[in-house]
């Protein structure tokens, strides 16, 4: 068993870290001054033996810690905050951890903070960290001339980035690792690994309606000129950093998928890491498994049945594709692809223009309870929202009017028609998600507190990976 201990503890990421590993561990102190953190901690992981707010007050332990773990206050160094560095109170909070590693003098220790500190005050703050805590060597490069009061520590920094190590979320961090100088030396950071898991994967299959934006917000976010503000819609694989301050304004992300009369948020949908639709694909020829809305509830379509998705009647409340097979289908030649129950006026077809008349498009279901490929009559055309447009008539009629065409070549670079999407914060558990905790870990606290600690807290992975390059420790 190993003795560690924590200043500016949060909500335990040097714990969740450790448990990861698999590491036996007693925690000999933690140490937090903010509530709602100490009250998640708790939660968590039971109240430590010794456990205070102040880092002023707390007691340095006689006997050598095995681990140190420190990230003090990083928002005097942020790029997203003022950056006043060492003339921010917490700026200085760094050499009472410093006190700490001269007094207890820990086998080892981490220090975390943003990538800000590199260029606060011209990088002078930075190397002053550095000074004061490598007293023997720093990246392998002996210090000729250390300080009087430089810690006897072998350290290694660098930054390094969530996404490269398995979190789906472009977080820049750097840290500071430090050596005994009785203790071997010899470190190596982890090698960084391909990204697999994508911003859609950490998302949650069913949120409350009260993550999802208003009308008057959603357009708001998307005619903004405030980069500020137009960055919280998240457009790519990997999520921008989480912040603390998004217990005011977390990141949002799009949904695509079917909508209901009332216009209320939508539970279930299908969407890519750009909020759009999944890949065009034939998802090997199996087709996609329909369900249809009635009063009764989803019913799913029996085999060998047949269904004429124009007789589908105002009564039918929406049309929807299921969740355990891909969304959408390829282009046959030069048709396109028409996904899901459609009803209303066809305005692209010139016979139907004037009449009005609904679309007489069959749908077979296989054996397998699944479609086969679904071709619209139309060429060019593509229709990928469902939506009951006996509520929306007008509005979906000139939304197909202005819409652009499929052609057959299109199989490259798909152009992908969206409508009916609505737009929703990430959640406070997708955001611990991003930060790499497991769905195990919960909070006793507001999701607005939930949303700050998420934003304050150490990836997991990163911080694991580099606990477990210290030797002796694993």
Known sequence: MINV???FSGVGAFNQALDRLNINYKTVFACDWDKYARQTYIHNYGKPDYYPSDVYDRKIPKESLDIYMTSPPCQAFSLAGKRKGEKDKRGVLFYNSHEF????????????????????????????????????????????????????????????????????????RVFIVGIRDDSDNTFTWSKAIPLVKRLK????????EKYYLSDKMINYLENTKFNQDAALIQKKDICTTLLSSDYKSPKCIKIIGNTNPSGNGMNGNVFDSEGISPTLSTNKGEGIKVKSATKKGYEIAKENDSINLSQISSKTRRGRVGKQVAQTLDTACNQAVMIGAFRGRNPENTNDRTTGAPMQQTLEINKNGTSNTITSVQKDNVIISILDVSHRNEGVREYFKTAPCLNARDYKEPRLINN???????????????MDFPDTFTW?????????QAGNTIVRAVLANTIEKLNGIT
């Not at 820990?106 to 260029?119: A, D, M, Q, T, W």
């Open 420 to 434: 009916g999407f609505k737009i929703r914060r990430l959640t406070p558990r997708e955001c611990f998600r991003l």
């Open 201 to 208: 994967d950490v998302l949650e299959d069913d949120v409350d």
């Open 101 to 172: 590693i001269v007094k207890n003098k820990p086998r080892y220790f981490i220090f975390e903070n943003v990538k800000g500190l590199l260029s606060d005050d011209s990088g002078k703050t930075f190397n002053r960290w550095l000074d004061y805590l490598g007293g023997k060597s720093v990246n392998g490069n002996p210090v000729i001339f250390p300080l009087e009061d430089a810690t006897p520590y072998h350290i290694y920094h660098k930054v390094l980035n969530a996404k490269h190590y398995g979190v789906p979320q472009n977080r820049e």
């Open 444 to 452: 006793p606290v507001s999701n607005s507190q939930a949303y700050k």
């Open 5 to 7: 201990g924590s200043d």
